[in-house]
């Protein structure tokens, strides 16, 4: 017999007066690592032959940074060989437009020799593009060779509008070889516009006004598609908030 299982949007429950950006405190004890690490395998370094040489990994809006240590660690196979980290040549930049997020991810930052984060607004160029270059510059490498991007597409979309969601996946795809991406599908756009409304605060900039709309991911896949030479390699599939996970490679 089908025992039925009430559905709760674990999203509604937080605290949007606080994150209009997504900025929530606490993110990841509704939301744990696990979630979408479940879905990513363990072997992605080294199926995008990243596995013996230097790897670079760019953390696009890591919240406190809970999420890029456990990829990281996951990435790197921890569990398996119990291995000392200062000597893999995998190092991690993750970034986050909140400052006090960033000031928990560095407090509890367990590898400080191989992971930095920093305060950063992606849609803030040049500001935000000379700290990456200039990280970049420091390893001698044009480019991340992969960029991760969870569930932060949402936020720059409904705050900056259609142009700063399609110059973030232009941005993203022209800094890295490999981009994993979890856009969120249109029906978080609505949940967030109703929990603003519901604390009396007038809706997202934007969100009325959003041409691209329904499915988020698709739109984001054309784009990167058409107009960024990236192409999309592999779908890691849904997580349990029904967003996909999805891995382009630059043409
Ligand atoms: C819902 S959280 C996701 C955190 C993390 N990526 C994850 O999936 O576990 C969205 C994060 O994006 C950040 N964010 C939103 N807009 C941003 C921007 N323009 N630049 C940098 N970070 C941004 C927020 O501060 C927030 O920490």
Not at 87 to 115: C, T
Request: some cysteine; overall charge negative.
């Amino acid at each position: 017999m089908e025992t039925h299982v009430p559905h709760v949007n674990k999203e509604e429950n937080e605290d949007p007066g606080a994150a209009p950006y997504g900025n929530f405190i606490n993110y990841y004890t509704f939301n744990p690592p696990e979630n979408r690490l479940s879905l990513i395998p363990e072997t992605l370094l080294e199926d995008i032959e990243l596995g013996s040489e230097r790897g670079l990994i760019l953390d696009v809006g890591c919240n406190s940074g809970d999420l890029s240590v456990a990829l990281y660690k996951h990435l790197l196979h921890e569990e398996a060989s119990g291995s000392d980290f200062s000597k893999r040549e995998v190092y991690l930049l993750g970034f986050d437009m909140d400052q006090d997020l960033i000031l928990r991810a560095q407090n509890s930052n367990p590898f400080p020799q191989n992971i930095q984060f920093v305060p950063l607004d992606i849609t803030d160029d040049p500001g935000s593009r000379t700290v990456l270059e200039s990280y970049l510059g420091g390893f001698g490498c044009p480019r991340f060779h992969l960029c991760t991007c969870f569930a932060v597409t949402m936020w720059v979309h409904l705050n900056h509008g259609d142009a700063a969601f399609l110059s973030l996946l232009s941005r993203l795809a022209s800094l890295c070889e490999f981009l994993l991406l979890e856009a969120q599908p249109w029906k978080c756009y609505r949940s967030a516009a109703r929990r603003l409304r519901k604390l009396g605060r007038s809706d997202f900039d934007h969100f009325k006004t959003l041409e691209i709309r329904g499915d988020t991911a698709a739109h984001a896949r054309e784009h990167l598609e058409k107009q960024c030479s990236m192409d999309l390699v592999q779908s890691f599939g849904n997580t349990t908030w029904d967003r996909s996970l999805l891995l382009f490679k630059r043409r």
